[in-house]
């Protein structure tokens, strides 16, 4: 099985579902796309169709599951490769309240033993899918050197090859997941060093990457790099990965070139009953830094969301773009 972790965009709780994904594939073909985390007793118990569901054009996905119990993460992982995803990934990083409370995320930093009985047992129920970790460099008073290499030993030890890693510890007691995003420093060089000292795995890096030069810098000592707040925020950027950073002759997409690709996306999600705002929330940001983008947001902020909106307001939106003169908005 060939899976490219060379570019890939993170899994963001309440961001990326499959209408955001569906959105980031008219951009990009290539870079892998992430589930939000589904944690396995919603997965085991809950409406499975809507919890794992997507559209086969948001393929390559994979889906992150959020657990500690081996055997329910492997009921969840034998129903995810079911589903035909060919990524099953282990939240082993987010540093919530709520995640710690359900003794997983980045709190199981602190046993690398049972992250991989259920690594293990992940992989034995979905032999079609790939097992990966997400993690952090460790949690709390943990030594970064240490915390790290153990969890990357005991699960490499159980078969694991790949592992995304973003570059920060976790801090679960005194500090907020929104202050977590930059306290502590990043260490890049901890994770260039894990892959100098494991060639054999693939290492992904995450954490604080806010353009393409970024990415393309982290390539020349790692397997890939994950996008996370940037991908989201600043979407247009994903228009590039594909010349960029996979060598595709085909050039950039652009934002307009995008809104089209998506347009019939929306209008079969439209026709199921879904709401327009469930979708074009995802694209705020597609225009940011460029003429219109003030206007492109504030319309489909105020008017994507009355009942029965439909692409009417999606080109009242474009339409405003397409009409505002540069030195007009240059402070969008």
């Known amino acids: 099985m060939t899976i490219s972790h060379r570019f ?45 569901g997507f559209d086969p054009l948001e393929a390559p996905v994979a889906l992150q599951l959020g657990g500690s119990d081996p ?24 540093p919530s309240d709520r995640v710690q409370s359900g003794r997983f995320g980045a709190c199981l930093m602190r046993e690398p033993a049972l992250v991989a009985d259920c690594v293990a ?46 570059a920060r510890k976790a801090w679960l007691q005194g500090l907020s997941p929104k202050e977590n995003r930059d306290i502590p420093p990043l260490d890049y060089d901890l994770v260039r060093r894990l892959k100098r000292e494991r060639p054999d795995l693939t290492v992904v890096i995450n954490g604080g990457i ?39 002759m085909q ?25 327009l705002s469930s979708m074009t929330r ?10 219109g983008a003030r206007a492109w947001r504030r319309i489909l902020t105020v008017e994507a969301g009355a009942p029965g909106a439909g692409l009417e307001v999606l080109d009242r939106a474009l339409d405003a773009v397409m009409r505002t003169p540069a030195r007009l908005d240059a402070a969008a």
């Open 210 to 248: 806010a353009s393409l030069e970024t990415a393309e810098s982290l390539l020349a000592d790692l397997d890939g790099v994950m996008l996370g707040r940037a991908a989201y925020h600043d979407p247009a950027l994903l228009g590039a990965v594909d010349s960029r950073l996979f060598g595709e």
């Open 121 to 166: 047992a992940m992989a034995a129920a979905a032999p079609g899918a790939r097992v990966t970790v997400k993690c952090r460099l460790g949690v709390d008073d943990q030594e970064p050197s240490e915390s790290l290499f153990a969890l990357v030993e005991a699960c490499a030890q159980v078969g694991v090859t790949t592992f995304i890693v973003h």
């Open 71 to 94: 055997d329910l993460l492997a009921r969840a992982s034998r129903l995810g490769a079911g589903f035909g995803y060919d990524e099953i990934n282990l939240n082993v990083g987010c």
């Open 282 to 291: 995802h694209m705020l940001g597609l225009f940011q830094g460029r003429p």
């Open 251 to 275: 050039g950039e997409v652009d934002p307009l070139t995008a809104v089209e690709r998506y347009r019939p996306y929306m209008a079969a999600a439209l026709a199921r009953g879904v709401r």
């Open 8 to 52: 890939s965009v993170a899994p963001m709780m309440d961001w990326t579902d499959r209408h955001c994904r569906a959105f980031h594939r008219t951009l990009t073909r290539r870079a892998r796309l992430y589930t939000e985390m589904v944690t396995v007793q919603a997965v085991v118990h809950g409406d499975v169709e809507k919890l794992l």
